[in-house]
């Protein structure tokens, strides 16, 4: 709220929704939660800057019932309450509540979306600033590790799904949220999804001048996300974010080169077979041959049916079949295709090899937290030059 009140764009209003099952009244384990957003209402219902629409789905009576309950729930709540009243030129800004960012970041989205009038959405830049917990430093950096390397091999080869999904760094006109028919409510993950449906109707934004700084906390709040994997990854358990092969997303590249070809007739590839598992179809395909008379409308059907979902599903998949240790194919990805960028770091006894970054003296658990922040600000540099070229086409 200190962030909102310091910014420099005044024309704005603020829909917050305060959430908890209602269930959570009754569990010990969760009272304090429940007592913590009574002081919410409470706090908001006072601050006289600004208009406030407030949405109480924690008050007792008013909290989440059922399976209709978590984040998901809570943006699709606000979002279509925004929906009923804006124009569709309006943006929506999805923010968190542990979630900061700079006096100038509303100006910055108006301004991209001004740029840029053809964008259905902003998938904004984001960073985890350093916290004075060290177990909760080395777990972010360990996991933004992940997403940041994940995105720049999608970037790589080409992948027209590269956004990191938060729901505390995107944004949105309402015109596109009414064009995807709103958002699918989702216990969690629900940023994902309604950015790819975003990016199935059109321009998503990967660049924005202002980014935001989402609080690494360990929290169980939500089912998956940044909160539950520090909470997996702090107690040695990074199954669900490996640093997948590079070789695996290759594999997706060799099959995007092969979309053309596929409109006369589908090669069988580790993908195509993994298609066909999940679709159900001997020819996953030929429905799309039989749908699409134009060959670059093909092209796009085929990625919009290889989406960023099943590109996930697909290397899950392939890390079952084939894992390696994550600190491995980091190094052999940095050797691949950053070679020499990573200098020396000395903090570990054995030295590091004088040709190749090098995993056996590197630890995702026993490094200092100092390498795990170079690596971290290593890739993240990488992605943002992507980021920024992606203005430029």
Same mark, same amino acid.
């Given at each position: 709220m200190a962030c909102i009140s310091s910014q420099t764009?005044?024309?704005?209003?603020?829909? #917050?929704?305060?959430?908890?099952?209602?269930?959570?009244? !009754?569990?010990?384990?969760?009272?304090?939660?429940?007592?913590?957003?009574?002081?919410?209402?409470?706090?908001? !219902?006072?601050?006289?800057?600004? !208009?406030?629409?407030?949405?109480? %789905?924690?008050? %007792?009576?008013?909290?989440?019932?059922?399976?209709?309950?978590?984040?998901?729930?809570?943006?699709?709540? @606000?979002?279509? $309450?925004?929906?009923?009243? $804006?124009?569709?030129?309006?943006?929506?800004?999805?923010?968190? #509540?542990?979630?900061?960012?700079t006096e100038n970041y509303f100006q910055s989205l108006v301004n991209n979306f001004q740029k840029f009038p053809d964008a259905k959405g902003i998938a904004v830049p984001y960073f985890h600033k350093p916290v004075p917990d060290e177990k909760a430093y080395r777990a972010i950096l360990r996991y933004e590790i992940y997403m940041r390397y994940y995105s720049l091999n999608l970037w790589r080869i080409g992948c027209p799904y590269t956004f990191t999904a938060l729901g505390s760094a995107m944004a949105c006109r309402v015109?596109?949220?009414? #064009?995807?028919?709103?958002?699918? +409510? *989702?216990?969690?993950?629900?940023?994902?999804?309604?950015?790819?449906?975003?990016?199935?109707?059109?321009?998503? @934004?990967?660049?924005?001048?202002?980014?935001?700084?989402?609080?690494?906390?360990?929290?169980?709040?939500?089912?998956?996300?940044?909160? +539950? $994997?520090?909470?997996?990854?702090?107690?040695?358990?990074?199954?669900?974010?490996?640093?997948?092969?590079?070789?695996?997303?290759?594999?997706?590249?060799?099959?995007?080169?092969?979309?053309?070809?596929?409109?006369?007739?589908?090669?069988?590839?580790?993908?195509?077979?993994? @298609? *066909?598992?999940?679709? %159900?179809?001997?020819?996953?395909?030929e429905p799309l041959r039989e749908n699409f008379r134009h060959e670059n409308q093909f092209i796009r059907a085929c990625h919009e049916k290889f989406d960023g979902l099943r590109i996930l599903?697909?290397? *899950?998949?392939?890390? %079952?079949?084939?894992?390696?240790?994550?600190?491995?194919?980091? #190094?052999d990805f940095l050797d691949r295709f950053y070679p020499g960028e990573i200098p020396f770091l000395n903090s570990n006894p054995a030295p590091f090899s004088s040709r190749r970054w090098d995993e056996d003296h590197f630890s995702f658990d026993q490094s200092s937290l100092e390498e795990l922040e170079h690596i971290r600000m290593f890739l993240f540099r990488k992605e943002e030059e992507y980021q920024i070229n992606s203005t430029l086409s």
């Open positions: 764009y005044r024309d704005f209003i603020i829909f #917050a929704c305060v959430n908890q099952p209602d269930q959570w009244l !009754n569990e010990p384990g969760k009272v304090m939660i429940c007592r913590e957003n009574e002081k919410t209402l409470t706090y908001l !219902n006072t601050i006289p800057d600004f !208009n406030i629409v407030i949405i109480d %789905k924690s008050s %007792k009576g008013n909290g989440w019932r059922g399976k209709r309950h978590g984040v998901g729930w809570a943006r699709k709540t @606000l979002m279509d $309450a925004i929906n009923a009243e $804006a124009n569709e030129d309006d943006i929506i800004v999805s923010l968190d #509540a542990d979630t900061t960012f015109r596109a949220y009414r #064009a995807v028919g709103g958002m699918t +409510p *989702k216990m969690s993950g629900e940023d994902f999804y309604f950015l790819l449906k975003l990016k199935k109707t059109g321009r998503i @934004l990967f660049w924005n001048e202002e980014k935001v700084y989402p609080e690494a906390r360990f929290s169980d709040r939500v089912y998956f996300g940044t909160g +539950p $994997a520090m909470i997996k990854g702090d107690q040695g358990d990074w199954s669900s974010y490996p640093i997948y092969q590079w070789q695996f997303f290759d594999e997706i590249r060799e099959t995007y080169e092969l979309f053309s070809s596929f409109f006369k007739k589908t090669r069988e590839l580790k993908v195509t077979n993994f @298609l *066909k598992i999940q679709f %159900k179809e001997e020819d996953p395909f599903q697909y290397l *899950k998949s392939r890390q %079952k079949e084939d894992p390696v240790k994550d600190e491995k194919n980091l #190094a």
